[in-house]
């Protein structure tokens, strides 16, 4: 764990102290220390693959063995891996809050595994599929097995991964869920975006126009860093243990060790 002295501001503490409904607005930054790609930036997926090929439903229609691959490749991987200590500081913010609400952007699953109860996935879940005819669910493990896309057992559609491709709707619950959060919290942290993908960029802004603190925790500084009330810089997976750790000696009153 990284020294918190200078990382965390005297305003931060009394935030920590007084804050009882919190939201964390995570991106593809939060997964990468687990070993998931980000999207853009020198290491970024977008930098070998154009989104406007693979993550849109045109480019599904017009060659789903090609989008589907990538899939397979990108599902592999995240099975493949763990959530870090910074998931586990976030699930563990349930102890130190009274209400503590995970929005996510990414579609990794990885907030579940590490224990979170309350999370809202903006764009999907890549463990989930479905058929786009008939809209069967296909959970990854019942997926007909064999070369290229799978095709739905009931109606022989094609079977996509349940992601939110640019150009399509957020799904509703989760906005609407996601929206209502931020409005109600004290105190929000955003995590690991570039903040640059809308609707879900808004989403802190929402927050700090109903009144909650905002405070982002990044390598580099994004579109929201002018807006946020307070930019940490550093690893997600480095800051958010430190934090939770403070929060809760604030919380007892406790001094800090
Ligand atoms: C660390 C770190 C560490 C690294 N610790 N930090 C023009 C203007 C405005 C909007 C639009 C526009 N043209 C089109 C639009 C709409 C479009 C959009 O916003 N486009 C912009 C890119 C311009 N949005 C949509 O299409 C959305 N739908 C929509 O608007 O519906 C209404 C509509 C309907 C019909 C027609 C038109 C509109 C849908 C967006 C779906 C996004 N989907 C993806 C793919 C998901 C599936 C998959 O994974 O395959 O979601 S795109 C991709 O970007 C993914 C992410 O969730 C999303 C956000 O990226 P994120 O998480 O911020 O990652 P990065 O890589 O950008 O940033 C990582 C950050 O982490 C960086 O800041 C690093 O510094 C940091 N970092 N390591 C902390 N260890
Ligand atoms: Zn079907």
Redesign the pocket.
């Known amino acids: 764990m990284i020294a918190t002295e200078n990382l965390f501001s005297r305003h931060l503490r009394s935030k920590l102290a007084a804050a009882r409904d919190v939201v964390v607005f995570t991106?593809?930054?939060m997964s990468?220390?687990s070993g998931v790609p980000?999207?853009?930036?020198e290491d970024?997926i977008w930098k070998k693959f154009k989104?406007e090929e693979l993550?849109n439903f045109d480019a599904f229609i017009r060659n789903p063995d090609l989008v589907w691959d990538w899939y397979v490749h990108r599902k592999q991987l995240i099975s493949e891996i763990q959530p870090h200590p910074g998931h586990y500081a976030i699930a563990q913010m349930e102890r130190v809050f009274d209400k503590v609400t995970v929005i996510t952007?990414?579609?990794d699953n990885l907030h579940h595994r590490a224990g979170s109860t309350r999370v809202h996935e903006l764009?999907g879940n890549i463990t989930r599929n479905y058929c786009i005819e008939c809209g069967t669910m296909y959970p990854h493990e019942l997926l007909p097995q064999g070369k290229g896309v799978p095709h739905c057992s009931k109606c022989n559609g094609l079977i996509r991964p349940d992601?939110?491709?640019?150009?399509?709707?957020?799904p509703a619950d989760a906005w609407n869920e996601s929206v209502s959060a931020a409005e109600h919290s004290d105190l929000f942290f955003a995590?690991?975006?570039?903040?640059?993908?809308?609707?879900a960029a808004s989403i802190p802004l929402v927050a700090q126009r109903a009144g909650a603190f905002v405070v982002e925790?990044?390598?580099?500084r994004?579109d929201l860093s002018p807006r946020a009330d307070e930019f940490i810089e550093g690893?997600?997976?480095e800051v958010l243990p430190g934090l939770v750790k403070l929060a809760a000696a604030v919380k007892n009153d406790q001094p800090e060790v």
């Open positions: 991106g593809a930054g990468a220390e980000t999207f853009r930036g970024g989104p993550a952007q990414n579609i764009h992601v939110v491709w640019f150009g399509e709707l957020l995590v690991g975006t570039s903040a640059v993908v809308y609707p925790i990044n390598i580099e994004t690893k997600a997976g």
